[in-house]
């Protein structure tokens, strides 16, 4: 595939954009914030009406027959708007178990729920500071699932969930509805990304993969929702850019413009780079899609992306000053989405260890 976005993809570039610009919020994001459990509903609307949820779903099951570059398109757009609702990165990753687990069944009754939007899934793969515990503590038995899945992004409104189990000593995907677990919403630094602990006591579920090809699936699964992520990073990273250039050249001190001290526009001069390396390589990574090197190119993506949405974030609060931390100005709402951003998906040192280890192994 090309490395340059052809026409149509620029114009679902723009278009989400000139979307979200209209619809977005800040107050209402703010408030966000502080309530539990609650997702920008004008949003999640807006993301159905303009099927963002069909991206990358196969036209035969009610989608758009897309792919990975249509949708992390779209979740740059959301980034920079930081938009109030993880479902595009995890229904996208269910999507991509169910579809790698080709099983005809599950396809059927789920993927146009997910594509209307009229279904929510979340991925819960991950325990404690492991992305993917080569044992987890849950276990499928018995068609059920017994255990706990903690601080499971979207948990506390999703309907189905995609998770990560052991089952008879091998490690299995599994897909869980959600209606029978108990779930225990957790007050967090980003309160959007609607994070709750979901407990499994005799849930009932279904296999999607198990042994060593349910390792390659909850891999694949685990590397295309860090792509998706990345790109909201990236969407997050530029706009942070954008508000820190036009502070610097409208605020004055010392009776000049702050933009002309080398120690802000220096400082801006990096915001940009690390954003447009980012970008290449979440290009790049969303090109690989079902080649051979697609997880090296997510490491790649998630890594950059990690670091230009963290130091954007703290950069561009340095520059305004003390207005950068108040919350009139609405920067908390880039510094707690780059946070956590920056754990969900598996942490830095996950994606550092990984990247070491396949180009490792490659040379070997």
Known sequence: ???????????????????????????????????????????????????????????????????????????????????????????????????????????????????????????????????????????????????????????????IAVVWASSGGKPALVLAELAPAERRALNSYDNSRLYADLTFAGTPATVLAEGDAALALARDVLARMAVVAAHEQVGGAEALLHIARDYAVTRKAFGQLIGAFQSIKHRIAEMYGLVEVARANCIHAAASEGTAEFLIAAADARISATEAYDTNSRDC????????????????????????????????????????????????
């Not at 169910?98 to 594509?115: C, I």
């Not at 018995?142 to 948990?155: H, R, S």
């Not at 931390?325 to 609405?330: A, D, I």
């Not at 780059?338 to 994606?351: D, Y």
């Open 1 to 159: 595939m090309s490395m340059l976005y052809d026409e149509g993809q620029q114009a679902i570039a723009t278009e989400s954009r000139r979307v979200l610009d209209a619809r977005t919020s800040k107050d209402r994001l703010l408030k966000l914030l502080e309530q539990v459990g609650e997702l920008d509903q004008p949003f999640w609307d807006t993301a159905v009406e303009q099927g963002w949820t069909a991206l990358a779903i196969p036209e035969e099951h009610g989608g758009l027959g897309l792919g990975l570059v249509e949708l992390g398109l779209v979740a740059q757009a959301a980034g920079a708007a930081t938009a109030g609702a993880p479902f595009l990165t995890s229904g996208y990753g269910a999507v991509s178990a169910l579809l790698g687990s080709r099983n005809a069944e599950l396809q059927a009754r789920w993927l146009p729920r997910l594509a209307s939007g009229e279904a929510l899934a979340c991925v819960a793969l991950a325990e404690g500071n492991a992305a993917l515990p080569p044992s987890p503590s849950v276990i499928f038995a018995g068609g059920t699932l017994m255990g706990t899945k903690p601080a499971v992004t979207g948990g506390i409104k999703a309907d």
């Open 317 to 364: 609060v340095q520059i305004h000053g003390g207005i950068g931390v108040t919350w009139e100005l609405g920067l908390h709402l880039h510094m707690r989405r780059a946070r956590s951003l920056a754990v969900e998906q598996g942490s830095l040192l996950f994606w550092e260890d990984l990247l070491v280890n396949q180009l490792t192994g490659e040379a070997a």
